[in-house]
Structure formats: structure tokens, C-alpha cells
């Protein structure tokens, strides 16, 4: 597969459509292990809480993971993201209910670069906090 956005086609302030991805205990559980993470922080309220945690917490790489999605919808081929890197600003906190949280995540176009490429950067927002900070990734378009 290659990229199915043309790096003709796209302007700096070009904006990828926003997505929001649901995160419950369940989801969680599931990402321990399928990743062999097993910190109990990520499903035991009571440590989590004995640490100074406000509650179980999302794993950061499942966090950075579910931001790229909107990257890798909007570009048509996960292998077109060249470069991904985040700065974990504040956790996903997940509570035990029915609804469990929330990662808003938005993306614009901020830089054409050489060769094809564009950086990309991103939002992502749980509990009306920003969870990633300097988050950007560098797509190779058609």
C-alpha cells in the first residue's frame, strides 16, 4: 500500500478529521495483554491510588497509539508515517464504570518538507486535559 493522499493536494493548515477514541478498563485489560504490560497501574484502582494516582490510568503507548490512528486513516497506509514521536504531558485516567474515558484527538498539516513528506501535528485531549504534548509525525504522501 502507499499513501493515498497526493502531497500536492495539501496545504500547511490542512486539517485531518478529528476522532475520539473510548477507553474503558476492559480496553485495558485487553492492551496489557496483547503488549505483556502488566503494571497495576493500568488495572488495579487500589495501587494505582497507593502511588498518588487519581485512579487506574491509560498505558501511554496504547494512548500514543490510538492519536496516530487519525494519522494513518487520513494518509490511507500505516506504513506512510516515517517518523512518530509524543511527550506524555498527563495520564488517561480511566474510571470503573460503563463509560470509562475519553482520547479526543485532532491533526493539521504544520510543515511541507522534502521528498513528499509533511509533518503532522496532533492533539489529544482526555478529561478536557491535554495528554500529549509536542506530538508530530512525519508522512511520506503520493
Known sequence: MAAKIAYDEVEVGTELPAQSFPVTR????RYAGASGDFNPIHWNEKFAVGVGLP???AHGMFTMAEAIRVVTDWA?????VVEYG????KP???????????????AKVAAKLDD???RVDLTAVSAGQKVLGMSRAVVRLA
Open 76 to 80: 490511507g497506509d500505516p506504513a506512510a
Open 55 to 57: 485512579d487506574v490510568i
Open 116 to 118: 513528499g513528506r509533511v
Open 26 to 29: 476492559a480496553t485495558l485489560v
Open 92 to 106: 488517561v485516567v480511566v474510571p470503573n464504570d460503563d463509560t470509562g474515558a475519553l482520547i479526543e484527538v485532532g
Open 86 to 89: 509524543v511527550r506524555f504531558t
